[in-house]
């Protein structure tokens, strides 16, 4: 079964500076994807980026971009210019891209604070 | 707004009781899915329909069934409840193959008295 670990329960960010939050997972599978999803304080479930394991080139959108190491399973968030609205608790997520059940599996999640 | 809609958004019942919670999909997307969000067990998964079948099972109590009617709306019903039910149930919905992702509805807030 796959799992994924986020060792970070807790970060903390200035405005406008850069910080990454770390992912790492367990699969015996090749192919699959990852996700990072947003959950603010509205307990939204918010898709920020996804990544198809087969494409090297790493993720990105607007501020938000990956480092995808696919040989030590690792999948981190980098975000740039951290903003207020940043602030809320971040999942990673895993899914198999067997037919059989395409479930999330989500880590435990790291709680983002931005420091205005 | 994901287009995923959920209702009701909060439901407050006691012990041994019995609810439903219904999940909307979006528009055009087979799969749906149930997650159950608790302070002790994170996000977990509960169960996926596709198309009105049962795809997949998760971490799914025998006291909590699901189902997918024609119209691709989905009920998740919790029975017997207890204390440890109280949590955040999430629907997500996607189109079920390929790579688009899961869309998750507002979630349903269960509080067990």
């Known amino acids: 079964a796959q799992t994924v670990t986020q060792s970070q329960p807790e970060m903390s960010v200035q405005e406008a500076e850069t910080v990454t939050l770390s992912c790492t997972y367990d699969t015996s599978e090749s192919d699959y994807y990852l996700f990072w999803y947003k959950q603010p304080p509205s307990r939204q479930m918010i898709l920020v980026i996804r990544q198809e394991a087969y494409k090297q080139q790493n993720a990105t959108e607007n501020r938000f971009s990956v480092n995808f190491q696919k040989a030590a399973k690792s999948f981190s968030l980098k975000i740039s210019d951290s903003q207020l609205g940043d602030a809320a608790m971040y999942f990673c997520a895993y899914r198999t891209k067997k037919s059989s059940g395409d479930k999330l599996t989500f880590g435990t999640g790291t709680r983002l604070a931005v420091r205005p | 707004d994901s287009g995923v809609t959920q209702t009701p958004k909060h439901l407050i019942t006691a012990t041994g009781q019995r609810v439903t919670l219904r999940c909307s999909p979006r528009?055009?997307?087979?799969?749906v899915y149930w997650y159950q969000q608790s302070l002790d067990q994170g996000l977990q998964f509960l169960i996926q329909y596709y198309n009105g079948e049962e795809r997949a099972k998760g971490n799914i109590l025998e006291r909590f069934s699901a189902q997918q009617f024609p119209d691709l709306h989905s009920e998740l019903n919790l029975s017997s409840l207890e204390l440890g039910d109280s949590a955040l149930y999430f629907c997500?919905?996607?189109?079920?193959?390929?790579?688009?992702?899961?869309?998750f509805g507002d979630g349903t807030r269960l509080s067990i008295l």
């Open positions: 528009s055009g997307d087979l799969s």
């Open positions: 997500a919905s996607s189109p079920g193959t390929g790579v688009q992702p899961q869309h």
